[in-house]
């Protein structure tokens, strides 16, 4: 096992690796930027190394000062959370060059994945279901028309570099497409600085559903059931729930098994999501992330498995803790992304926290890096923490959920706390009927 792992990330997540590493009697680095010297992370570790200056390319994404910061303190391991450096192959290959263990998928994997073109072309091999859409990228306007009149309108343009919704145009017709190219490569070589694109049948009212999974390096590969993320707003998602209320057990079991035999087949190592659009009945593949998600302890709550100490003991060359059979999915478990933004315009609310109660009880846990008197920098995404609720049934989780989010207190920032007890209170939520659009339909009518 690692003596000692540097954490190459902030916020809550940074908290979260902490508590895993802790538990494991692993010894801790935190690395923090100048805007984040008060930081609860830097705070609870054994050590800490300021990396650099408040934007994020000069500290949190600066390879040579985190190579730098696991020499000075002898960290063995690097965990880099999400976001930042996380899904970045070269910072993997570069930590194997200093016999630093990444802890994370071979890098191999987080590059096939990284490219969407790729990943896509990867999963259909591994018999994953896709959706229907070009063979590749795409290069000339007659091909993308052959393409869209054989896959048929609309259709879906996507950056190959793609990421948090960018670069994604729809064409309802032929007349559109070509606009919809135009603008779809625009704006993915402005934000990844490639326009390669691909085309995709759009689908009309379908659940975001993804799958988790942990693999050990060698073969050996379990699924933990899926997490239903479909409130989203601009593609970023807002609250996520398991078991999704649109699947019954053999459409679980049935794309589980399909993700955890494509992950044995590729020796998939460590933790990884599989997401895909779910409508009449069908799964279609979307992408893959390479690392632990946002929205894990959804699934912590309902197996009773600790991915993140699961992360660093495969990482270390250990068989997975628990196979297929020890999977039991209990219960239901609802997050809510509780973000520094105006409940309305959402806007970003940067400020101090004046007052913090956190919510208690049974079922309940709060996974956040603030506290009374915390300043947040204006510099990183606005994530304040998530409240992830659990009920043995998923009526009493929601009633929970709503008492939970009556109890907690925020003062000093605006949050998005009452948008969440709107949510919980509504009536397409309380039936567990919402597509990928549901949130924004909701919102542009005025909540
Ligand atoms: P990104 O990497 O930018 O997040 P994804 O491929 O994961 O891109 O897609 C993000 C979101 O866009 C999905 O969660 C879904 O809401 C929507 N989306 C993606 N592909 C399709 C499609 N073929 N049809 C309809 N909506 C889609």
Redesign the pocket.
């Known amino acids: 096992m690692f003596d000692k792992i540097l954490i190459a990330n902030r916020g809550e997540i940074a908290l979260r690796i902490l508590r895993a590493a802790k538990e494991l009697g692993i010894a801790t680095v935190a690395v923090h930027s100048t805007a984040d010297a008060d930081a609860m992370h830097v705070r609870l570790a054994d050590e800490s190394v300021c990396i650099g200056p408040p934007p994020a390319r000069d500290s949190y994404l600066n390879v040579p000062s985190l190579i730098a910061a696991c020499e000075i303190t002898g960290a063995d391991a690097v965990h880099p959370g999400y976001g930042f450096l996380s899904e970045n192959p070269h910072f993997a290959d570069v930590l194997g060059e200093h016999n630093i263990t990444f802890i994370g998928p071979k890098a191999e994997h987080i590059r096939t994945m990284g490219d969407?073109i790729e990943a896509k072309r990867t999963a259909a091999r591994l018999g994953i279901p896709c959706?229907p859409?070009s063979e590749g990228g795409i290069t000339d306007d007659t091909e993308a028309l052959r393409v869209a009149a054989d896959i048929g309108y609309p259709v879906?343009v996507?950056?190959a570099a793609?990421?948090?919704?960018?670069?994604?145009k729809?064409a309802r017709s032929k007349d559109e497409l070509s606009e919809a190219l135009t603008v779809a490569r625009r704006e993915a070589k402005a934000a990844f600085g490639d326009d390669s694109v691909y085309l995709?049948?759009?689908?009309?009212k379908?659940r975001?559903i993804e799958i988790q999974v942990m693999g050990d390096g060698r073969g050996q590969a379990v699924h933990l059931g899926e997490r239903d993320?479909?409130l989203?707003r601009r593609?970023q998602?807002v609250w996520e729930e398991g078991p999704s209320p649109a699947l019954n057990a053999d459409a679980r079991d049935g794309i589980g098994e399909t993700v955890a035999n494509a992950m044995r087949q590729i020796k998939y190592l460590g933790a990884g999501t599989v997401?895909f659009?779910y409508e009449d009945g069908q799964f279609?593949f979307?992408?893959m992330n390479t690392r632990i998600q946002v929205e894990h302890p959804v699934t912590e709550m309902i197996t009773g498995i600790d991915l993140v100490n699961e992360q660093i003991r495969v990482a270390a060359g250990a068989p997975l803790s628990f196979t297929q059979a020890d999977v039991k999915l209990e219960g239901h478990a609802i997050e809510c992304r509780i973000n520094a933004e105006h409940p309305v315009t959402f806007r970003p609310s940067p400020g101090s926290i004046s007052y913090f109660h956190p919510p208690g009880g049974l079922g309940v846990r709060i996974d956040s890096a603030i506290y009374q008197g915390y300043r947040i920098p204006p510099n990183y995404d606005s994530l304040l923490g998530k409240l992830i609720v659990h009920g043995r049934t998923r009526t009493e989780c929601l009633m929970r959920l709503r008492r939970a989010l009556d109890e907690v207190v925020v003062d000093g920032v605006e949050t998005t706390l009452p948008l969440f007890r709107t949510l919980v209170r509504n009536q397409d939520i309380q039936n567990g009927d919402y597509d990928?659009?549901w949130l924004e339909h909701f919102l542009a009518d005025g909540g």
């Open positions: 969407k959706v859409g879906l996507k950056a793609g990421g948090g919704g960018r670069g994604m729809v995709e049948k759009y689908l009309e379908p975001h993320c479909s989203q593609h998602k997401e659009l279609y979307i992408e990928i659009h």
